[in-house]
């Protein structure tokens, strides 16, 4: 079945840095989404990703899906504490290959300095 | 609009005794996810309602867990009897579409601790 690994597992920047999370699958990946997790909250749907090249924006963050390298990447510009949380990619069918449940990764906690 | 509304957020419980929670999703959501989540595993989906009927339970641990949506507008989540490995924030979560594509949206959780 597909799998989604993210890198990192976890990450503390100071505040105003640039920071990379990538979410990497086991299986062709045809589309995806980023949700964010406050701590001790529910999931929050950040954006989705649906076609191969794919790249979004909302605010400070923006999202890319490289479908060769069966990966997305989640990029967040001049971090603040607010940005910090879990950060999840998430995939469901018709977008993954072998399952057809809706998939998370394993998530990012991610920790802001100020 | 309302979200998706779990109660409760909080329960701490005994080790043997019984455990409810309970989901109201968001009106005209057709398919309603119960996941569990834990430091170790993640987040894990329990089982999957689609149209009130029950798709995908391949993901409830044991028979100590049981599911009902009754109707389209309410779920519960049943642990019978609890036991410590049981200690997750269990989340509950609907969307709209065929089968379980879509944007889901979560709930808050249901923080479960049994001692």
């Known amino acids: 079945s597909q799998e989604l690994e993210q890198s990192p597992q976890s990450l503390i920047v100071q505040e105003g840095k640039n920071l990379t999370i990538n979410c990497t699958s086991s299986?062709?990946?045809?589309?995806l989404y980023w949700y964010k997790q406050k701590y001790g909250e529910g999931l929050i749907f950040l954006m989705m990703?649906?076609?191969?090249?794919e790249e979004k924006s909302h605010e400070k963050i923006t999202a890319k899906l490289d479908e060769k390298k069966q990966q997305s990447s989640l990029h967040i510009t001049a971090s603040q504490p607010s940005h910090a949380g879990i950060y999840l990619c998430?995939?469901?069918?018709?977008?993954?290959?072998?399952?057809?449940?809706?998939?998370f990764g394993t998530g990012t906690r991610l920790k802001v300095l100020a | 609009d309302a979200g998706v509304i779990q109660s409760p957020r909080h329960e701490v419980t005994e080790m043997g005794q019984e455990v409810t929670l309970r989901c109201k999703p968001i009106?005209?959501?057709?398919?309603l996810f119960w996941y569990r989540q834990t430091m170790m595993r993640g987040l894990e989906l329990l089982i999957y309602?689609?149209?009130?009927?029950?798709?995908?339970d391949s993901g409830m641990p044991e028979d100590r867990f049981s599911a009902k949506m009754p109707n389209a507008s309410f779920s519960t989540l049943k642990i019978q009897p609890s036991e410590p490995r049981d200690s997750a924030v269990y989340f509950c979560?609907?969307?709209f579409g065929q089968g379980n594509t879509g944007e889901l949206f979560f709930g808050e959780g249901s923080r479960l601790t049994v001692l």
């Open positions: 998430g995939a469901a069918p018709p977008w993954t290959s072998g399952t057809y449940k809706y998939i």
């Open positions: 979560a609907s969307s």
């Open positions: 309602f689609n149209n009130n009927v029950p798709i995908d």
């Open positions: 299986k062709t990946l045809y589309g």
């Open positions: 009106s005209g959501h057709n398919s």
């Open positions: 990703l649906q076609k191969g090249g």
